[in-house]
């Protein structure tokens, strides 16, 4: 078993301590799991639904944004969250699109309510925060990436986020209580000699 215990109210998939190659400031990753209560664009829904979701890390590995991170969730606000992180004070956020394009007025209001009642005081920092979307299409639909979130150009950024959600296929999707059963074809029938 994995020493990787963040939160009681995430399940760590995925888990990097350290950077790995040279992108950004020591940019690293995590990916965690939750049962979900909301669908990806913070509705509320009768059936369970499983969120996985990325923490980007930047050298100094801050874990305090689990604090943000548990009252996100506590609030009904983390289902649209694709990726998360926190570097040189800002707190990143990058949402579904869908989510995006379902509240483009009120993103601003999602976002000014993170920062209000949660990222003004996280355990007496202040952290400003930034909110992006991103869409599993490509990044010429729908993405608009906070540019503080790693130190690098935005297509790197751009790759690299993409490349941890084609490893994870992070978001909102159906609960499920077993991994789906395996159909196995019969195997060729063997003629007798």
Partial sequence: M???????????????????GRLGRGTHYSVFRC???????????SKLLTHDFAVIWDEDHDDRIFHVIERMYELGLLAPVQFIGERKAF?????????????????????NTIQDTIA?????????????????????HQTLLPDVMISCDCYKMDTYLRNIDNLWDLGVKPFMTKPPELEFLDPPSIPAF
């Fill in 2 to 20: 994995m020493d990787n215990h963040y939160s009681d109210y995430f399940r760590t998939i995925y888990d990097e301590k350290a950077p790995v």
């Fill in 35 to 45: 049962a979900e209560f909301h669908d990806v664009t913070a509705r509320p829904v």
């Fill in 91 to 111: 707190l990143s956020i990058v949402v579904a699109s869908k989510f995006w394009g379902t509240q483009r007025e009120d993103l601003s209001e999602y976002q």
């Fill in 120 to 140: 003004n005081d996280v355990w007496g920092d202040h952290w400003l925060t930034n909110v992006g979307y991103y869409d599993k299409a490509g990044p010429d």
